[in-house]
T-cell receptor, first 114, second 114 residues
Framework: DGGITQSPKYLFRKEGQNVTLSCEQN?????MYWYRQDPGQGLRLIYY???????QKGDIAEGYSVSREKKESFPLTVTSAQKNPTAFYLC?????????????FGAGSRLTVL | AQSVAQPEDQVNVAEGNPLTVKCTYS??????LFWYVQYPNRGLQFLLK??????LVKGSYGFEAEFNKSQTSFHLKKPSALVSDSALYFC????????????FGTGTRLTVIP
């Protein structure tokens, strides 16, 4: 089945630790995105990538980093600089990089900082 | 600036009754408009989108949405609600020109009461 796989589904982290969330897609999509979801705030864009080896900051990039070394993969690292990292993280991809492109989402990763 | 407003955090409707989930938007130029649905602890799923043309857009699972340019609205509707429609619904907008980012509303939780 084609789709997006995010792992782990649940992750607990101690304060001061970096953690990396995995996102893999087999849809042959060029564009990939990371969103953060908090209750009552909808989805906010962290980073996006329209092509391999290139990515741009979204609205809330501070405290996060990404890489796009392969078309299929777009991992997100939540660093210790992120002041409030507890959230639900969603990865998405799209076959188009502009226009009315529809996003396909993964099932999400829930990060809890203890 | 682009933005989306979903004025109702919660909508309750009886099974079999029509449902409406409201969305208004602000964007430079003409919009692309989207509705996504999210079930508990899952990613978002695409329902429908408006690009141009007919103001009434039909989508998945019997949902439809009406684009109203003068009121800058894109309300989601369904003639007869099912218990299985209970979920979190997100409206999203992108400008057809200018910034390529997709802006999401804060979501509306729909509960269909048996």
């Amino acid at each position: 089945d084609g789709g997006i796989t995010q792992s782990p589904k649940y992750l607990f982290r101690k304060e001061g630790q970096n953690v990396t969330l995995s996102c893999e897609q087999n849809l042959n999509h060029d564009a990939m995105y990371w969103y953060r979801q908090d209750p009552g705030q909808g989805l906010r864009l962290i980073y996006y990538s329209q092509i391999v080896n290139d990515f741009q900051k979204g609205d809330i990039a501070e405290g996060y980093s990404v890489s796009r070394e392969k078309k299929e993969s777009f991992p997100l690292t939540v660093t210790s600089a992120q002041k409030n990292p507890t959230a639900f993280y969603l990865c998405a991809s799209s076959g188009q990089t502009s226009g009315a492109n529809v996003l396909t989402f993964g099932a999400g990763s829930r990060l809890t900082v203890l | 600036a682009q933005s989306v407003a979903q004025p109702e955090d919660q909508v309750n409707v009886a099974e079999g009754n029509p449902l409406t989930v409201k969305c208004t938007y602000s964007v430079s130029g003409n919009p692309y408009l989207f509705w996504y649905v999210q079930y508990p602890n899952r990613g978002l799923q695409f329902l429908l989108k408006y690009i141009t043309g007919d103001n009434l857009v039909k989508g998945s699972y019997g949902f439809e949405a009406e684009f109203n340019k003068s009121q800058t609205s894109f309300h989601l509707k369904k003639p007869s609600a099912l218990v299985s429609d209970s979920a979190l619904y997100f409206c999203a907008v992108r400008s057809q020109t200018g910034a390529n980012n997709l802006f999401f509303g804060t979501g509306t939780r729909l509960t269909v009461i048996p």
